[in-house]
């Protein structure tokens, strides 16, 4: 039951020095600034071309007419609420619970070559088990998932955000509380100018047209 199912896009306002400040430093703020709202179009293309539910969480709390400037106006904006990363992730996924979604994903905006079929394949999973997550390549994950039954806030708490150590704590915290979640194929976000050269030379199954697009344009990949 697709009209169920809901994606929540984590987004900031494209302003520069304030995206992708790793990726700047091999490549400068300006082209960083670029790329992220490059990767931001292809995120919502991909999940605008499926039947789920799309929902954009963006931060800064007042930056909304940015957003909407830049994006249009046919998006469910929603300011992210909270102090921590794992404070706003879990109001995010409480308020679309209670908005009466049954399953929902959260994924973050620097994945442009995601393909639906793993977010698919996420959806299904939670057809017959509570909790879905998708490690990312430096420790963190890329993806994290729940049903509404089966949704434990909890598991979001005394992480240390940005380390190495994310992944495994959570899965930790999962334990804990007695959650098995269904592990999804391993994907990389990019956070570096190394990431960027992987995702030019390693093949893509999802388009990253306005990345490629960028890339090919600067001369920046093969």
């Known amino acids: 039951m697709t009209k169920n199912n ?7 306002s494209p302003e ?8 700047a430093k091999g490549m400068g703020e300006k082209a960083a600034l670029e790329l992220y709202q490059c990767f931001v179009m292809d995120v919502l293309d991909m ?10 969480y963006f931060h800064p709390e007042k930056s909304g007419r940015r957003i909407r400037s830049w994006l249009g106006n046919d998006l469910d904006l929603f300011p992210q609420a909270g102090t921590t990363l794992g404070d706003k992730m879990k109001n995010a996924l409480a308020e679309t619970f209670a908005a009466g979604y049954e399953r929902a994903v959260l994924i973050g905006s620097d994945l442009p070559d995601l393909p639906s079929d793993i977010i698919d394949t996420a959806f299904n999973a939670l057809n017959s088990t509570d909790a879905v997550i998708g490690p990312s390549p430096d ?8 049903t509404a039954k089966g949704f434990v806030p909890r598991i979001f708490n005394d992480i240390p955000w940005g ?11 999962f334990s804990d509380h007695g959650v ?9 976000d990019i956070d570096t100018k190394v990431d960027l050269q992987a995702l030019g030379l390693e093949p893509s199954s999802g388009p990253a047209m306005h990345t490629t697009r960028y890339l090919k344009k600067k001369g920046l990949t093969c």
């Open 6 to 12: 809901a994606v929540i896009t984590f987004i900031k």
């Open 16 to 23: 520069k020095g304030r995206v992708k400040t790793r990726l």
């Open 47 to 56: 999940v605008r071309s499926t039947p789920w539910a799309l929902r954009v």
């Open 139 to 146: 420790g963190g994950y890329y993806l994290i998932g729940f």
């Open 163 to 173: 380390t190495h150590r994310v992944f495994d704590l959570t899965l930790n915290n």
């Open 180 to 188: 098995s979640p269904v592990c999804l194929p391993v994907w990389r």
